[in-house]
């Protein structure tokens, strides 16, 4: 039953889809009085799909009940991504917190905008905090220097030095100095901004120039850390190994010398591999780790908990570091199975003696998990975001003591 004498033209549409017509009419309430004077009421799924045929794109948010006759909201947001629509989704349920959280998954997995699950009854101010993370449309824009990104012109980026790795910080734990940085390669667009490695590091893998990346970051990430040295800053750097370079046998000599043309030891360095990939061709990927443990490099092992093997490969190659993914620590404040995993993984890191590393972290409350745990080193938004050379370099000089032991990484 679409609300049209609320639509009042350029205003948000908002699709509200329950069969309990008690539950539509109290939420329609509470979002006209939020300030969503068009709000479009359906009560079954096959009337939610009736009336995105009619509205389209007008619409902003979907505001979904999970369980519902005929089609149940988890088969409404199956047939939502195959029209791929840019609404936001808001799920609502009075069903269980974990039931809750797989259908968010299940949205996420979709590549949808998931704004926020609520558990029902819901507040209006609960509706107003998820509703308040839309954003404006916007075109998009393709920076000059990604307009096209042939074979051609990814070399000639590299060749002319346009890739340049940013610095956030890692922070100890326990004394609460910063200890290291992880680099992230960017590409700094001619027309401002940066193009995210999500585009450009594909491209390159297709193209056949993963090996040049690696060695590009890697000659540049060596050159910052002489420099910091210079100013008595005792920084460790690891650099992010994609399988696709570590496939490359000639590889450790390769990035011996980098290392030793720059002045540096293999003990300066951590290699980090992302434990998803290591399953690839695993006995040349096992030679090339184990060859680089044997020259003195520090392997660690990135993003634990998301692949399919993680005791494996800690049995089977000399990882001295691990880095537990973030998604596991920004969960852990909402679900106890997050909870469970990340403690249990803090634990398993301590039992092998091995640096722990929490990414993710984006609040006090996720920190205080951390460290209760045992955790050893932590980064992420709650004590800064990546930044270039320069503001990276001030940053560690005001937070790092002098003759710390930190570490760097680098991302692809």
């Not at 948010?61 to 909201?73: E, N, Q, T, V, Y």
């Not at 390669?185 to 590091?201: E, K, L, N, Q, T």
Request: glycine share 8%; with cysteine.
């Amino acid at each position: 039953m679409g609300d049209l004498t609320t639509m009042t033209t350029g205003a948000p549409i908002v699709l509200l889809v329950d069969d309990d017509e008690f539950h539509l009419d109290m939420i329609h309430a509470q979002l006209q009085g939020i300030g969503y004077g068009r709000v479009i009421c359906a009560t079954s799924g096959a009337q939610a799909l009736a009336e995105l045929e009619t509205w389209g794109q007008a619409i902003v948010a979907i505001i979904c009940d999970l369980s519902m006759p005929d089609m149940d909201g988890l088969v409404l947001i199956r047939h939502l991504a195959q029209r791929h629509l840019g609404a936001g989704i808001v799920l609502l349920s009075g069903a269980q917190g974990e039931i809750l959280q797989s259908a968010a998954r299940l949205v996420s997995a979709h590549q949808m905008n998931l704004l926020g699950v609520l558990a029902k009854p819901c507040s209006s101010d609960q509706l107003q905090q998820v509703l308040s993370r839309l954003q404006p449309p916007c075109a998009p824009s393709v920076p000059d220097n990604a307009a096209e990104l042939t074979p051609q012109r990814l070399a000639q980026a590299l060749a002319q030095g346009e890739f340049v790795p940013w610095y956030q910080p890692k922070v100890d734990i326990r004394s609460g100095h910063v200890v290291g940085v992880e680099a992230l390669a960017r590409w700094p667009a001619v027309s401002g901004g940066m193009i995210g490695p999500g585009r450009f590091v594909p491209a390159m893998e297709a193209a056949g120039l993963a090996d040049e990346l690696f060695f590009t970051m890697a000659r540049q990430v060596a050159h910052d850390l002489t420099g910091w040295q210079r100013q008595h800053l005792v920084i460790k750097v690891a650099l992010n190994l994609s399988m696709t370079t570590a496939l490359n046998l000639a590889v450790p000599e390769q990035l011996l010398q980098i290392v030793r043309t720059a002045g540096l030891q293999p003990s300066d360095f951590i290699i980090e591999v992302t434990e998803s990939q290591l399953m690839v061709d695993r006995a040349l990927i096992m030679e090339s780790l184990t060859r680089l443990s044997l020259m003195g490099f520090t392997l660690s092992i990135d993003d634990f908990g998301t692949g399919y093997s993680s005791l494996v490969q800690l049995i089977d190659l000399p990882f001295k570091e691990l880095k537990i993914d973030g998604s596991f620590v920004q969960r852990a404040s909402t679900e106890q199975k997050a909870q469970s995993v990340l403690r249990m993984a803090i634990l398993l890191g301590n039992n092998l003696a091995m640096q722990v590393v929490a990414e993710g972290v984006e609040t006090q409350e996720q920190l205080e998990f951390v460290r209760l745990w045992g955790g050893h080193m932590v980064q992420g938004y709650h004590f800064a975001r990546p930044m270039p050379l320069a503001a990276c370099t001030d940053y560690l000089l005001r937070h790092q003591p002098p003759a710390s032991p930190p570490g760097v990484c680098t991302r692809f």
